[in-house]
C-alpha cells in the first residue's frame, strides 16, 4: 500500500516555546520528512552531531553571589567597531531555501526585532532574489548582513567579482566558508538545489584573491584545526568560525567546543593573528551553551539549526521568539554568574567538569 503523505502543520504557533527544545521538537510537524532529513541529521553515524551538544556538559559555569549585579550589557563590537550587535550571538549561514520559497527574507526580518548581525547564505538566495538588493531591505541601520559566500566549479569568477561590489551594496562584511569541499553525505534524498551544488576546495589562494578584492572585514568559516586558523588568518581573514558545519561534513571529528580554546590560544599567541575575531558554532541550544563558548574565548556565537527550526514553526515571528527566548536565559546566566559585561566574559567564569 502507498504510504500517506504526512499532513504538515500551516506556520503559525499553537505552543508556547520555552527553549530551542520547544522548537525542535515542534518543528518536525511542519515540516516534511525530506525537509526534516536535510535540517536535523548531521553525517554518517551522528557521532559528531551528538558530540557537538554533548561537549557542553563537560564544562561547569561559576555561580557567584553578593556580585550586587542588576543588568547585563549584552552588546558586542568586532572589527574595530565595523560590526556592532546588541547581542553576541545571531544566525549562522543556513540554507534555509528548502523550507519555503523566500525563506531568507523572513530570517532578515528578525533584524526588526535585533540590532545584529545577519550572515546570508549564498545558496539561499535564490531567483528572483539578487544578493544586491538585499541590504536596502533592512530597515534597522543598527542591523547588518554578512554575504557567505560558497565558491563552485562555475561561479569563482562571479564571486570575486561580487566580492568586489559587495560593499557598494551594504554588506558589512563577507565569510567565505572554507569547509566544503566535498558534498555534504547527510545519508538521505537531499533537496535537489543542495544535491546539485559543486563547491570547490578553498586554499589561501582564494582567501587572498578575496582580500584583494574587498575592504569588507573577512572571516573564514569552517575552521577546526589551529595551524589551519593560523593560515586561513595569515591569508587575509580578519576573523575565522570555528565550525564543523554543523556536523555534516565529516563524522568523527571533535566537537566545535572541545576545539574552541587550542583555536583561539594558537590565534592569541602569534603577533600576525593575535587581533583576529573567534567566532563559534555547533550545537548551541541554551543560554548558558553561549556563556561557556564565550567564557572559553569565542568572540560571538551563531546558530545553525535553530534558527532553521524557529522559521519552520513561525517564519520571522518564530526567529524572534526564539532569539527572545536565548537573550533571556543568556542574561539570566550571565547575572548569576556574576558578569554584568559580556564581552568581558573569559575563563574564569568556566571549568571543566570533573565527573
Ligand atoms: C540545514 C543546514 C543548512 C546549512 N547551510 C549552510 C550554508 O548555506 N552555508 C554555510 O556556511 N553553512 C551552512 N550550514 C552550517 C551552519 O552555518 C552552522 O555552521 C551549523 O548549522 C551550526 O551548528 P548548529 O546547527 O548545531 O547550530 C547549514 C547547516 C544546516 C543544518
Not at 534524498?189 to 563547491?199: G, I, N, R
Not at 520571522?316 to 566574559?345: D, F, H, P, T, W
Amino acid at each position: 500500500m502507498p504510504r500517506r503523505r504526512k499532513e504538515k502543520k500551516k506556520a503559525g504557533l499553537d505552543f508556547i516555546p520555552q527553549s530551542v527544545e520547544d522548537f525542535e521538537r515542534e518543528a518536525r510537524k511542519y515540516l516534511d520528512q525530506s525537509q526534516i532529513d536535510y535540517i536535523y541529521r548531521g553525517t554518517e553515524s551522528q557521532f559528531t552531531l551528538d558530540r557537538n551538544k554533548q561537549a557542553f556538559l563537560h564544562y561547569l559555569l561559576e555561580r557567584r553571589v553578593l556580585q550586587g549585579i542588576e543588568d547585563v550589557d549584552l552588546s558586542v563590537s568586532y572589527f574595530g567597531g565595523r560590526l556592532t550587535s546588541e547581542l553576541p550571538f545571531f544566525p549562522a549561514p543556513v540554507n534555509c531555501s528548502p523550507l519555503y520559497p523566500n525563506a531568507i527574507l523572513d530570517l532578515l526580518k528578525v533584524t526588526n526585532s535585533f540590532s545584529i548581525p545577519v550572515f546570508v547564505s549564498h545558496v539561499a538566495v535564490l531567483d528572483p532574489l539578487e544578493l544586491s538588493n538585499l541590504p536596502s531591505l533592512v530597515k534597522n541601520k543598527a542591523s547588518s548582513l554578512i554575504w557567505q559566500i560558497y565558491m563552485q566549479t562555475n561561479n569563482v569568477e562571479e564571486c570575486y567579482k561580487q566580492a568586489r561590489l559587495a560593499e557598494s551594496w551594504g554588506y558589512k562584511a563577507l565569510t567565505i566558508t572554507v569547509d566544503t569541499e566535498l558534498n555534504l553525505k547527510l545519508g538521505n534524498e537531499l533537496p535537489a538545489q543542495t544535491a546539485a551544488h559543486s563547491f570547490i576546495s578553498i586554499t589561501p589562494k582564494e582567501i587572498k584573491k578575496l582580500r584583494q578584492m574587498s575592504t569588507l572585514p573577512l572571516i573564514a568559516k569552517g575552521l577546526m584545526n589551529a595551524e589551519d586558523a593560523v593560515l586561513a588568518v595569515e591569508s587575509g581573514a580578519d576573523g575565522v568560525i570555528v565550525s564543523n558545519h554543523g556536523a555534516r561534513t565529516l563524522d568523527h571529528i571533535p566537537s566545535t567546543l572541545e576545539e574552541l580554546p587550542r583555536i583561539v590560544r594558537r590565534l592569541k599567541s602569534k603577533k600576525r593573528t593575535r587581533d583576529a575575531e573567534v567566532f563559534f558554532d555547533g550545537g548551541i541550544r541554551r543560554g548558558t551553551d553561549i556563556l561557556i563558548a564565550l567564557a572559553l574565548g569565542a568572540e560571538g556565537c551563531l546558530l545553525g539549526r535553530p534558527v532553521l527550526w524557529a522559521l519552520a514553526c513561525d517564519h520571522e515571528q518564530g526567529v524572534a521568539q526564539m532569539m527572545r527566548i536565548l537573550k533571556g536565559e543568556l542574561q539570566r546566566a550571565a547575572m548569576l554568574c556574576g558578569a554584568s559585561k559580556i564581552s568581558n566574559v573569559n575563563s574564569s567564569l568556566v571549568r571543566k567538569a570533573d565527573f
